[in-house]
């Protein structure tokens, strides 16, 4: 009985030392605890002396925090052309988001030229401005091996071309705005014309 207890416990603290690695961010919350009269600030430092540079309202959800401070204590946000600073004492991380497995839905995006690929759980969809979307079929991903959940590689399957993309866990930026994006993808599209390669950033909203 002593053993098998010893076993257990050993396989518990492996499982916990695989965890441990894993990457949390982004990921998605709600703000919490705010009055309904009132706005959460999004300030330019971590620190509650910082200027303000934009407001969550009280009730908003899917707000994407891409990183959090040392302490935890702040948490990094993105809004259209910038990013700040919220307390993540009024954010409550939304359940069921493992970072074991590519988060969907998935939205990523890049320029010259403009390009937009979006990942849903059954299919995913790319499309360069000026251009029909094309549909495609994810077929196969994984995490490869020692990355622990840092990376994620994908395929999907078109009509007539194949994506093979692998998203990273890092801040990304598009070069265009000050906003921070939480992944940035490499994607290499497959086909009848040949094979064009893209890069970009993505986002959970």
Wanted: charged share 15%; hydrophobic share 35%.
């Amino acid at each position: 009985m002593l053993k098998h207890l010893l076993i257990l416990a050993i396989s518990v603290l492996n499982a916990n030392s695989a965890f441990a690695g894993w990457v949390d961010y982004p990921a998605l919350y709600d703000v919490t605890g705010v009055a309904s009269d009132d706005v959460l600030n999004v300030r330019e430092g971590q620190s509650a002396s910082t200027p303000i540079i934009n407001t969550l309202a009280p009730n908003q959800r899917n707000v994407e925090v891409v990183d959090v401070s040392d302490d935890e204590r702040w948490g990094l946000v993105s809004f259209p052309e910038g990013s700040g600073w919220v307390s993540m004492r009024y954010m409550a991380r939304q359940p069921g988001q493992n970072p074991r497995y590519l988060p969907r839905p998935l939205n990523c995006s890049g320029t010259e030229p403009f390009w937009g690929l979006g990942i849903g759980n059954q299919t995913a969809q790319f499309e360069i401005m000026g251009n029909p979307a094309l549909t495609f079929t994810p077929t196969w991903e994984d995490i490869p091996i020692g990355m622990q959940a840092v990376s994620y590689a994908i395929k999907m399957q078109g009509s007539n071309e194949d994506i093979t993309a692998i998203i990273s866990r890092n801040q990304c930026s598009d070069g265009m705005s000050e906003s921070v994006y939480g992944f940035g993808i490499d994607l290499i599209i497959s086909g009848q014309s040949g094979n064009q390669y893209y890069t970009g950033c993505c986002s959970l909203n």
